[in-house]
């Protein structure tokens, strides 16, 4: 039998990704966006609208929470890899509203954000 160690960075985890906003040039968007069951959740992340299925990247904005496949066991942001994005199921959607309420204050985040 092989033993094979496995990097933090090969773990990924369903987890929400409350996004703020889209910014960037028409031909290179970014998605700015909380993580908050990553360790370093205080911060904004961020990565680029192209990584979210095409079916679904028009109705990105904010206020909209993604679930997705991310490498949360990472230290640093330029380490986070995402993957599988799916938009937050309708029936949880309210669950999630205070949560939002609460990133955008800890990030410093208006309710006013525009793309």
């Known amino acids: 039998m092989i033993d094979k ?3 933090i960075r090969d773990i990924f985890y369903r987890t929400k990704v409350p996004v703020f906003d889209v910014i960037g040039l028409p031909d290179k ?3 700015r966006a909380g993580l908050p069951d990553w360790k370093n959740s205080g911060r904004t992340v961020g990565f680029p ?9 028009g109705q990105i ?3 909209i929470v993604l679930l997705a496949e991310v490498n949360l066991g990472v ?3 330029r380490d986070l890899r995402y993957r599988n994005f799916t938009l937050l199921p309708e029936d949880r959607i309210d669950a999630i509203e205070q949560t939002l309420r609460e990133m955008r204050q800890s990030f410093g985040v208006s309710e006013e954000v525009s793309g």
């Open 5 to 7: 160690q496995v990097s």
């Open 29 to 31: 968007r970014y998605v």
């Open 49 to 57: 609208l192209d990584l979210i299925p095409p079916e679904i990247r």
């Open 61 to 63: 904005q904010d206020g």
């Open 75 to 77: 230290k640093r942001m």
